[in-house]
């Protein structure tokens, strides 16, 4: 049974909208005047900001004309030229003046190499020098970058700590960063030995006899500079040129086998 809930009814009233009326003109108030943009100022004091006319002509004909460039501001507001600036190698301490002229007096295998060249140091050549190392391994079917990196560190550490024990402390001009740089320098031999033995056969007499000629030639080349760099270096020939075949032996084995 439902049960039935009285509801009143709703009754909606029209409601009549009010509006605002604006007086008449000539009773009351004046009407609101037409919109108008302001007017820029002549004053500066009154507009700080002037406003600033924009021409499409005169733009369209000052994009058109070219550039004018002065150069880079220096001191004084005066203009550098470019062509002044040093190259970007000689900014990075690179000099390849000076490589080359390492590399052409250790590439004479007949011709002692200089060691007034090589007692500045540095690294680029012989980075470049075991990079090409390491490539060619590398056509060979051999991996060896981070052997020959290692190796070469290893090597010279090895030097610096023989000269140190034979000279008694008294190194001369030779440390720890011109015993690398003269370890990779001549490995410049090595480098063509592993270029040659790419068209050697494996295995046979011949590659160890051709091994052997480059293993003497950095041997002799490298043990000239590392005495003529340290002081005591002439006393102690005999066993620096020991050492050294020992280290270019290993790079040889590397190659050969």
Known sequence: M?????????????STPTHRRHPAPGVGASPPPAFAPPRPSTSSAANPLPFMSFDVSAAAASS?????????????????????????????????????????????????????????????????FLLSFGLFQLLAGKFHFGIVLGWVTIAS????????????????DLDLYRCVSLVGYCMLPMVIF??????????????????????????????????????????????IAYACWLVYMLFS????F
């Open 157 to 172: 550490i090895f030097l610096y700590i023989v000269f140190s024990m034979l000279s008694g402390g008294r190194r001369g």
């Open 194 to 239: 592993s270029a040659v033995s790419l068209f050697l056969p494996r295995g046979g007499g011949i590659i160890f006899g051709v091994g052997m000629v480059f293993v003497i030639w950095s041997t002799r080349v490298c043990t000239r500079l590392l005495a003529e760099l340290a002081s005591s270096g002439d006393e102690h020939r005999g066993l």
């Open 64 to 128: 058109s004309a070219p550039p004018l460039f002065a150069g880079p501001m220096g001191v004084g507001g005066t203009g550098a030229s470019f062509e002044d600036e040093p190259p970007l190698l000689e900014e990075l301490g690179i000099n390849t003046r000076q490589i080359w002229r390492k590399t052409i007096s250790i590439l004479h295998p007949l011709r002692s190499a200089d060691p007034s060249l090589h007692a500045d140091a540095d690294l680029s050549g012989p980075f470049l």
């Open 253 to 256: 084995l590397l190659v050969i």
């Open 2 to 14: 439902a049960k039935e809930f009285p509801v009143p009814p709703v009754v909606f009233t029209p």
